[in-house]
T-cell receptor, first 112, second 115 residues
């Protein structure tokens, strides 16, 4: 079946550090890929997406590139802020399929 | 505008109560979703409405009853809930058009506590 794997455990880093959150997927075919962010006490917000191989999604300084050869969609940001503290979910879906497959999520804590 | 609104923001109910959660979108989306999210977990799909018809029910207990009165509104009726049903309930919508990547947009959620 289709699934998304995110690295285990929370991520704690200092302000202005470089952030990487790994996301790999297993799917038959070519899914669309998403990163959602959930701030404390809130719903999910779409952060960025990519719909085909080599597409790069970007928003608010975050980037992720759809890598078909490694089935990955890693999230990166060059200089994080305290306000980036949140839970980040990687997800995939297919054309014509209303189901989103989520990864387990990563808690990111940015320390001043 | 990619806004999905949900009311109420918080709800506390007893196991014998009947209550409803409401969701609204004005983006012209034709698919609407209910998810349940427990703490520190990803959302779990409960129901999907496509063009105002129930298209997916993920074996949700009958104490949860969805309703889609029109293409902009989605309700979730709650009756005889259990304490383990306490969670964040998220609504989402998407265009559900055949030629587009179907991006789901989420509302802020209703935090439900069942006593």
């Amino acid at each position: 079946g289709n699934s998304v794997t995110q690295m285990e455990g929370p991520v704690t880093l200092s302000e202005e550090a470089f952030l990487t959150i790994n996301c790999t997927y297993t799917a038959t075919g070519y899914p669309s890929l998403f990163w959602y962010v959930q701030y404390p006490g809130e719903g999910l917000q779409l952060l960025l997406k990519a719909t085909k191989a080599d597409d790069k999604g970007s928003n608010k300084g975050f980037e992720a590139t759809y890598r078909k050869e490694t089935t990955s969609f890693h999230l990166e940001k060059g200089s994080v802020q305290v306000s980036d503290s949140a839970v980040y979910f990687c997800a995939l879906t297919f054309y014509g399929n209303n189901r989103l497959a989520f990864g387990k999520g990563n808690q990111v804590v940015v320390i001043p | 505008d990619t806004e999905v609104t949900q009311t109420p923001k918080h709800l506390v109910m007893g196991m014998t109560n009947k209550k409803s959660l409401k969701c609204e979108q004005h983006m012209g989306h034709r698919a609407m979703y209910w998810y349940k999210q427990k703490a520190k977990k990803p959302p779990e799909l409960m129901f999907v409405y496509s063009y105002e018809k129930l298209s997916i029910n993920e074996s949700v207990p009958s104490r949860f009853s969805p309703e889609c009165p029109n293409s902009s509104l989605l309700n979730l009726h709650l009756h005889a809930l259990q304490p383990e049903d306490s969670a964040l309930y998220l609504c989402a919508s998407s265009q559900d058009e055949a030629d587009l990547t179907d991006t789901q947009y989420f509302g802020p959620g209703t935090r439900l506590t069942v006593l």
